[in-house]
């Protein structure tokens, strides 16, 4: 019997009604029509909702309306939501250990990340010690799939970047694109067509998923397929002592309904990215694996982002090291 069906099984036994709901506030910065918001966060609700009887009703306050994606933990220790969402790179300031889950080179797919992240949560280590120390206890977790180069031509070895202007945003990215030879360029996402288009980027390290929305597709014509060039995640979590004060029949729902949310997600997400690349390829782009040789090189220029990303952290007097190795032990590194 799985998690969830140990818990929606010991729910049943609750006789609470939705006349009696405890309704809390769900708030995130994402649209409704999100894919996070779509395949994790409505799901989510309905199976905590249906899981406990009705004793858990919700708020939802989508779009930034209250949260904004750097607030969650702020947010929670407020009391202004009971549930919030957070961008990984965008909460650095109160959790930037978590960091170390988007750094180049640590996985292969949305759902061994994720899988990894939650061991690290759910075993004593600093990742989850950082959690306690802000009071909050993480009910679901998202990062997407590595993120590939794309551009106009084949870039799948060190050498294919000396020289070339490579859009990315994010200091371990920048840094990435620096140490491999290439000159990192910052711009927003919304410009990356324009400038693959005249010239002014040779490529951009972007998620398939991202590549419509910004219609980079129409620019670009090759894409890799196997690189691991960082990754974007995030959380929602929930206040700790709010979550200590609930009866263990609801602390189990609500765990188990964001764990098979957080799987179910990165499934889709690795499932998309399969579906939008051989889109891709039906319509004449190039896709291209990156040969183990070829790999192996990019990987050894992943050192500077990795010591740039600990000494940042060591400076603030952070495990960085520490956290680093339990990520990556986590991985199967």
């Keep these: 019997m799985s998690f969830l069906e140990s818990a929606l099984l010991a729910a049943t036994a609750m006789t609470a009604t939705s006349a009696a709901a405890d309704t ?156 491999i030879g290439a000159t990192a360029v910052q711009m927003s996402a919304n410009d990356i067509y324009v400038a693959l288009e005249r010239g002014t980027v040779d490529g951009t390290i972007l998620s398939f998923a991202s590549v419509k929305p910004y219609s980079v597709h129409e620019a670009a014509t090759h894409y890799s397929r196997n690189l691991s060039l960082g990754t974007a995640g995030g959380m929602i979590g929930m206040n700790l002592e709010h979550y200590n004060s609930l009866p263990q029949e609801t602390r189990d729902v609500i765990d188990a309904c964001g764990r098979e949310a957080e799987i179910a997600l990165a499934q889709w997400i690795d499932d998309n990215e399969g579906k939008i690349r051989d889109e891709f390829a039906a319509n004449g782009a190039v896709i291209y694996d990156v040969s183990d040789e070829a790999l192996a090189e990019f990987n050894a220029k992943l050192e500077p982002v990795e010591a740039d990303f600990t000494n940042r952290l060591n400076e603030r007097g952070l495990p960085a090291e520490q956290a680093l190795a339990e990520f990556k032990a986590a991985l199967g590194k």
């Design 24 to 179: 809390m506030i769900y708030a995130t910065d994402l649209p409704p029509t999100h894919f996070i918001s779509v395949h994790a966060v409505e799901p989510m609700m309905k199976c905590m909702t249906e899981g406990t009887n009705g004793a858990l009703d919700f708020n939802y306050m989508p779009s930034g309306q209250l949260v904004k994606r750097n607030e969650m933990v702020d947010a929670l220790n407020k009391g202004l939501a009971q549930f919030a969402y957070s961008s990984t790179a965008n909460e650095s300031a109160n959790l930037p250990l978590q960091g170390v889950t988007m750094l180049p080179g640590m996985s292969d797919s949305a759902l061994n990340a994720t899988k990894a992240w939650r061991h690290t949560l759910d075993t004593d280590t600093t990742l989850a010690k950082e959690l306690v120390e802000v009071n909050v206890h993480p009910v679901f977790l998202a990062l997407l799939a590595p993120y590939q180069i794309m551009g106009k031509e084949k870039l799948d070895t060190v050498a294919s970047w000396e020289g070339k202007k490579i859009r990315a945003t994010g200091s371990a990215l920048s840094v990435l694109v620096d140490a």
